[in-house]
């Protein structure tokens, strides 16, 4: 094989290495918008692999900085799990470049007799991404607690400071041949350590990010039943009143007839404070969404706010009624507690069925800042954060359990949620 063969193998087997753990990492964590934000991690990945980092020299302690800037300049999500995904993924790679290193020492030797070194680990990193893209199937980046997150974090610091001690005393700058040897060996048992260790952190993170996923889609499919619930609850005594109101009548009248005229006034009092003698507004033709909108408008007009609804969808949906009911019910939650703070007071709904398709689309301005924890996903503002921020959560699940999409963009200090669920694929 020629040189020329053996450099096109060699940049090959480097951008192979740098696409399989940008996309891994992708798995994990949301990337940055911008061509910069996503070409610095293809060439750090890219760059890094190839560059020596023999047990104890100081390459590995100088890329440290380099490589969490990128991290968290480059990736989304909180802080904390960018630098705890950032350590992860360094040990992982930097272990690995010990390892091949040091029990080598291929850096005595020309750049293409490291070809084997590089094919093992591109076999390796193929195998990390299958395992983690099997293990996180969705391609969502995960979405850990903070004290999961710290945990974890805690546990990396460990095999992250063990690796870099070597080059922290400068290790080399005193060895002998001997103790050349006696480095090698511990290279061959400690490296791997690093590695194994790293690589459970990373299957770590994706397994509890399942399990937090699971625990949160129970909760929401709970909440989805209660709000459903509630406002069956709410209809049925609206129809019991209407129904009961001939008996209603029959008991004015009689009052009236003993010309018992405080008490007819108190009856008719209770009466008007009714739901039942409010017309509900017809917003659309189904029903579970026409009781929703009505329920969300009056809360509306309650905070001093402006509603501007313009909904049209038919009589029936192939949508369940408690997935219309919170799919509805959250968005104009959300919109209705932004707005409350808000300069402008107008919340914007609109909703139709075009082309196979249900579009959902609201709109309304919000005071502060909103921290975005995911693509389209942003955290609540309450202060219990543990028992809030599920809304648009709680929509994007049922989005895409329907095979739909759900956007969330916040910018100028206005919001904007889009839904768009197929109506031939809705369950």
Not at 256 to 273: F, I, M, T
Not at 301 to 320: F, K
Request: aromatic residues 10%; proline residues 4%; charged residues 20%.
């Amino acid at each position: 094989m020629n040189e020329n063969v053996h450099s096109l193998l060699f940049f090959a087997i480097m951008l192979s290495d740098g696409i399989l753990m940008t996309c891994t990492v992708r798995r994990v964590l949301p990337v940055g918008r911008g061509p910069i934000r996503r070409f610095a991690p293809l060439a750090l990945f890219t760059i890094v692999p190839t560059m020596p980092s023999w047990l104890g020299d100081e390459n590995p302690l100088l890329m440290l900085p380099f490589f969490m800037l990128v991290f968290f300049l480059c990736y989304g999500g909180p802080w904390f799990a960018r630098g705890t995904v950032g350590i992860v993924f360094y040990e992982l790679l930097i272990s690995l470049n010990m390892f091949f290193d040091t029990t080598s020492r291929w850096y005595e030797f020309l750049w293409f007799e490291r070809l084997p070194s590089m094919l093992l680990k591109l076999v390796l990193w193929l195998v990390i991404f299958l395992c983690v893209r099997r293990l996180l199937p969705g391609g969502q980046p995960v979405t850990l607690s903070p004290r999961l997150w710290a945990l974890i974090g805690v546990l990396s610091l460990s095999s992250l400071f063990s690796m870099l001690s070597f080059s922290i005393w400068g290790i080399l700058d005193f060895t002998t041949n001997s103790f050349d040897f006696v480095l090698g060996r511990v290279a061959n048992t400690f490296l791997p350590f690093v590695f194994l260790s790293s690589l459970a952190l990373l299957f770590a993170i994706a397994l509890l990010s399942r399990h937090e996923a699971l625990e949160i889609e129970h909760k929401l499919a709970d909440m989805r039943e209660v709000y459903y619930q509630s406002l069956k609850r709410e209809q049925q005594q609206v129809r019991t009143l209407r129904h009961d109101m001939r008996n209603h009548l029959t008991a004015l009248s009689g009052l009236l007839a003993r010309n018992d005229a405080q008490k007819a006034r108190e009856y008719v009092q209770s009466l008007s404070q009714s739901p039942a003698l409010v017309g509900v507004k017809r917003f659309c033709e189904n029903e579970t969404v026409n009781a929703v909108l009505a329920s969300k408008a009056g809360a509306i007009e309650h905070e001093g706010l402006t509603a501007d609804i313009g909904v049209s969808l038919p009589e029936n949906l192939p949508v369940s009624d408690p997935d219309l009911c919170a799919l509805f019910g959250n968005a104009l939650d959300n919109a209705i507690e932004a707005a409350k703070t808000a300069h402008d007071k107008r919340i914007t709904v609109r909703a139709r069925t075009d082309k196979g398709l249900l579009m959902l689309r609201v709109a309304n301005a919000y005071a502060g800042e909103r921290e975005q924890l995911n693509k389209g996903l942003f955290g609540t503002t309450k202060t219990d954060k543990a028992s809030h921020g599920f809304g648009l959560a709680g929509m994007r699940e049922i989005a895409v359990r329907h095979g739909g999409t759900l956007e969330a963009n916040a910018d100028k200090n206005r919001f904007e949620l889009v839904v768009c669920i197929p109506l031939d694929d809705a369950e």
